[in-house]
Each structure stands twice: as C-alpha cells, then as structure tokens.
C-alpha cells in the first residue's frame, strides 16, 4: 500500500506552539495548539510525538516551520521557514480565496493583510494592546483563562469605555474598574468591546 504525501506546518509563537497536518487534497489529519510556558523544543517534541502516534511513524511529511520563534527550531531541524505573514497570506489565498481582510492576532503582535488588487500587509509589533499576551493578562487580573473571560462576557449587562488602542492604556482604565464597583461580567463585555 503506497503512502500518500503529508504536509506539516509547525507555527511557533511567543507563547503558544500549533502544529497541523495535511494531505493532498488539503483536508486536515491532526492539529494541535499548545502553550509551550518558553520551553519551545519540549513543546513542539510533545504535538509531534502525538502526531505520529495518531497517524503512524511510517508516514512521509513534509514540515515547514513559521512564526516569531520558529526560525531556531527551523534551523535546528534543518527545515524550511516561513515568515508567518507570508505564511498566512499564502494559506488564506490557497484556502479561502474570497477573503478581502485577513487579521491575526499574536501572542505579542498583530498582523493584517488586506487582499485585492493590491496586496498590503501591516504588522504592528510595537505594543501588545489586544494581543493574546494582552488578554491573559486581563484573564490573570480577573483570576481566570482566557474561555473564562468568554465565559464571564456572554452575561455582560453594560459596557464602560476603555482604551482600545493601547494595552498600557487599557490596562490604567481597567484596573480601577476592577478594584471597585465593576463586576467581572461587565468588565469582560466591555474589554473583548474594546478589542474590535
């Protein structure tokens, strides 16, 4: 029985680990997202290790590496990398042609790529305002996850305005909020609000 040829992508950001799968035909065999707590290489050797007990050690892949700390395990494999905008620009147009506005969120940075006539990306690294690092630090302050602050926003009644374009500035309006009058459900509707 012949094997088919597999595709991996391994994306490693400031503080999660992804890994995905496919075949030929695009359609996915494994993914896993896992928080690697700076501790990349035990992270990535872990979903890998799941991967190939789930699909067999006998299958050929084909892996690339992308993301903000994927160019040392990338070149400690001996693999290829891609840089991550790059990366999703290439799969959203692959996958999902129609797409006018791609916008990832990092744990650290936040990417946008609006598709057209005229390709443009912008990437702004210079403050984690509405990040995933943003978000936990919120979850932390609430003393819950981030599906806790989802949780805790469904039930939100009022909103209350908050800095939306910078996480420090957030952060100094929250954090009265939070040590007086303001309940967690209503905090949570009004930070995931600022984050649109």
């Known amino acids: 029985m012949k094997t088919q040829q597999l595709y ?13 799968i496919m075949n030929d035909e695009n359609e996915t065999l494994f993914s896993r997202y896992e928080r690697h707590f700076s501790d990349v290489k035990a992270a990535s050797e872990r979903i890998i290790k799941e991967a190939e007990a789930e699909l067999g050690s006998d299958q050929a892949i084909s892996f690339t590496i992308t993301g903000s700390g994927g160019i040392g395990l990338a070149n400690l494999l ?29 744990g650290e940075d936040a990417k946008i790529t609006f598709f ?10 210079s403050c984690a305002g509405g990040t995933g690092a943003f978000i936990d630090q919120m979850a932390t302050l609430l003393k819950t996850d981030a599906s806790g602050l989802n ?18 500035f957030a952060k100094t309006d929250v954090q009265p909020l939070i040590n007086g009058w303001c309940t967690k459900r209503r905090y949570c509707g009004k930070h995931f609000s600022s984050r649109c």
Not at 78 to 102: G, H, M, N, R, Y
């Open 8 to 20: 991996g992508g391994i994306d490693v950001g400031s503080t999660t680990v992804k890994l995905v």
């Open 78 to 106: 001996k693999l290829k990398f891609i840089q991550e905008v790059i990366a999703c620009t290439k799969t959203v147009e692959t996958l999902i042609p129609q797409t006018d506005v791609s916008i990832e969120l990092g």
């Open 116 to 125: 057209g006539a005229s390709l443009e990306q912008r990437m702004n690294g």
């Open 151 to 168: 949780e805790l926003a469904k039930d939100y009644d009022t909103l209350y305005p908050i800095a939306s374009r910078c996480g420090v």
